[in-house]
Nanobody, 115 residues
Framework: QVQLVESGGGLVQAGGSLRLSCAAS????????MGWYRQAPGKQRELVAT???????NYADSVKGRFTISRDNAKNTVYLQMNSLKPEDTAVYYC?????????WGQGTQVTVSS
């Protein structure tokens, strides 16, 4: 089992920044990738950014150039630095840890961007 604890969400004005953190614990040796997804009201959950164990990032087109994913493998933590936030970034953001055949999810953290 893998446990994921997120922090860092909140309310910010458009153009502002937030940093999300996700600390992993448990059977983390098996994790091959970690990342962030989000779900806005009435919409499906979508990928925001992922990073493999060796650091290869992948971003949704909508956040490229504004968001940066990073990992601290020593702390088993993944971060999402979000800059130039837009109202359409408003959603619940979920941390994800992936291993072959299985995904783990955090409880979610709310990000609200006001116009």
């Amino acid at each position: 089992q893998v446990q994921l604890v997120e922090s860092g969400g909140g309310l910010v004005q458009a153009g502002g920044s937030l940093r999300l953190s996700c600390a992993a614990s448990g059977s983390i040796f098996s994790i091959s990738a970690m990342g962030w997804y989000r779900q806005a009201p009435g919409k499906q959950r979508e990928l925001v950014a992922t990073s493999t164990k060796y650091g290869s990032p992948n971003y949704a087109d909508s956040v490229k150039g504004r968001f940066t994913i990073s990992r601290d493998n020593a702390k088993n933590t993944v971060y999402l630095q979000m800059n130039s936030l837009k109202p359409e970034d408003t959603a619940v953001y979920y941390c994800n840890a992936h291993r072959v055949g299985l995904d783990y999810w955090g409880q979610g953290t709310q990000v609200t961007v006001s116009s």
